[in-house]
């Protein structure tokens, strides 16, 4: 792949100053040359896997059909207007997650995957919006995007398809093979396939505050420490026997309220949150995985890579695997630290590794987390 040239002639700082989440920005030749990183013979066997998540939408005398993966056979390629959707290609493709992690200017903690989009002349999923920030790279032939800022974000109803009722375009664009378009949350877009042509979508994750909340109240389930027991040795004689007695509700109130969240208990919640793996996600370990001698003398020399499949975070002394965590002291968490940044570690830092690390990666390594370099 040739040297990328992304945002064009801003800087990353510059974008995020003045376009993240604020208004779309049109790269020509972000990444000049591109082609295709998988053919469309890998993509289709990719959306015939349980495991992989993918969709199949068509638009017939103008109705929308939409068809959830496994897809065992695709419509004719004369066939106009449709579109095979495949998202997480970066799970399993290394040069896909070469791609995505082009964009780790924004933190892995809100890095998504690399949605492939496939389509034939017409094809598209209609005008709609996305919660989340996206980036569009155009992969192969011609797409036309137009887009607009439009508030009124209300939707035709009993589609398969979220799509926007009152869709009114402010812009259009020709995307070719290179060209990347950037759209900030809840900007309308509608992109539709002039010939054949694949996209390739980079999105970044946005949990809801009620997705985030309800998790979190269930993460502190078992750290919540309230001992002893309702009781009233001063209870009076009920007068209204069906109404809860107002002394009942402070005295349990005054409990409740000695429940209380850190800022630790947070971090914990959020790296595991984030670093757990989708549902649809599964690792297999190496058929005849190495004794620890081995391990620990092959990763000395050739040091180990993190699956396309894990994610590692860290905040402060703790570290953040597939959806675990774990405190280190300070020399293993530098050792760390770089695993989560470079993804990689090289033979002779593995080589410096405390036994706590190496015990560390020879699990990872059988739970196929992480893979000899």
């Known amino acids: 792949m040739k040297k ?74 004369t066939q106009k207007a ?21 964009f780790r200017f924004i933190p892995d903690a809100r890095l998504d995957d690399l949605m492939i989009s496939y389509a034939t002349d ?30 009124d974000l209300s939707l035709v109803e009993g589609l398969p398809l979220k799509i926007l009722k009152n869709f009114k375009p402010q812009e259009e664009f020709v995307l070719e093979p290179g060209d990347m378009l950037y759209l900030p949350p809840h900007y309308a877009h509608d992109g539709v396939a002039e010939g054949e042509c694949m996209t390739y979508s980079i999105g970044f994750r946005s949990p809801s505050y009620q997705e985030l909340g309800e998790a979190f109240l269930q993460f502190m389930c078992d750290s919540i420490d309230l001992p002893g027991r309702y009781a ?31 800022e630790e208990d947070v971090t914990i919640f959020v790296g595991e949150h984030l670093s757990e793996p989708k549902h649809n996600v599964f690792f297999t370990g190496p058929a005849k995985p190495l004794t620890m001698g081995r391990f620990a003398e092959t990763v000395a020399k050739r040091g180990v890579v993190l699956s396309l499949k894990s994610q590692m975070l860290y905040r402060g002394k703790h570290v953040f695997i597939n959806g675990e965590s774990f405190a280190v002291g300070r020399a293993d968490k530098v050792l760390l630290d770089t695993l989560a940044n470079e993804r990689v570690l090289t033979g002779t830092l593995v080589a410096g590794a405390s036994d706590d690390v190496m ?10 987390w992480v893979e000899l370099a």
């Open 232 to 262: 009233d040795p001063e209870l009076d004689v009920a007068k209204n026997p069906a109404e809860i007695p107002k002394h009942m509700l402070a005295t349990i109130t005054e409990e409740m309220n000695k429940v209380r969240f850190t």
């Open 122 to 151: 017409g094809g598209g999923v209609g005008p709609h919006f996305d919660s989340y920030d996206v980036f569009l790279l155009q992969a192969h032939g011609k797409r036309r995007w137009r887009i607009g800022a439009q508030k």
């Open 359 to 368: 015990e560390a990666l020879y699990t990872w390594y059988q739970d196929g």
């Open 4 to 77: 990328l040239t992304l945002l064009g002639d801003i800087t990353p700082a510059q974008f995020l100053r003045d376009y993240w989440h604020k208004k779309p920005l049109l790269i020509r030749q972000a990444i000049p040359g591109f082609k295709p990183l998988l053919p469309l013979t890998a993509l289709a066997e990719l959306a015939k896997l349980n495991h992989v998540e993918s969709r199949l939408i068509t638009q017939v005398d103008g109705e929308w059909n939409m068809q959830h993966g496994p897809i065992e056979a695709l419509p004719a390629a």
């Open 82 to 102: 449709w579109t095979m959707l495949v998202q997480g290609a970066n799970l399993y493709d290394k040069k896909a997650d070469a791609l995505l992690r082009e």
